[in-house]
């Protein structure tokens, strides 16, 4: 009975982290002028923070295609592993997604973004908060999966 909960409770999360990340990637892909106005407010800090310009505009590593398709990889890794019962790919993706969500938490909370986005409410970043938690719950619920492979013990 545990497991099907289990099971369960998953599946929902993953479904809640595959919604966020798969509705925003067109904003990303297509360079949308919301996209454009988080990425260049959080390059712009960076460069008056550290002196790095350039990490979150094209071809910074951290640009929003770049996120993007972290964040669809993740998607993918979280549904096929729901679909197909295997929870190492459930595991790997709910870690990526965790990753991913916690710079976009980070430059939220430390940068000129802010929690209201061109006055979205902040619902952007509840949002991310919500894929956070998931994540984390995801990862705990999985943690001996995840500490076998980062162990690489049999």
């Known amino acids: 009975m545990f497991k099907d ?3 369960i409770i998953t599946n929902i999360l993953i479904v809640y982290i595959a919604f966020v990340f798969i509705q925003s990637l067109f904003f990303k892909f297509s360079g949308a ?3 454009q106005h ?3 407010t959080i390059d712009a800090w960076a460069a008056d923070t550290f002196g790095i310009a350039g990490l979150f505009v094209p071809p910074g590593v951290f640009n929003a295609y770049v996120i993007a398709s972290a964040e669809l990889v993740a998607s993918i890794l979280l549904l096929v592993g729901m679909f197909t019962a295997r929870k190492i790919l459930i595991s790997l993706g709910a870690v990526m997604a965790l990753g991913v969500i916690t710079g976009a ?3 939220h909370l430390f940068t000129p973004l ?3 986005v061109q006055d979205d409410g902040g619902a952007l970043f509840f949002m991310a908060c919500g894929v956070w938690i998931s994540s984390v719950i995801i990862v705990f619920m999985h943690k001996s ?10």
Do not use: Q, V
């Open 5 to 7: 909960k289990k099971k």
């Open 145 to 154: 999966l995840i500490l076998k492979i980062l162990c690489c013990s049999k």
């Open 105 to 107: 938490i980070f430059s």
């Open 33 to 35: 002028p919301e996209t």
């Open 114 to 116: 802010g929690i209201s």
């Open 38 to 40: 988080i990425f260049n």
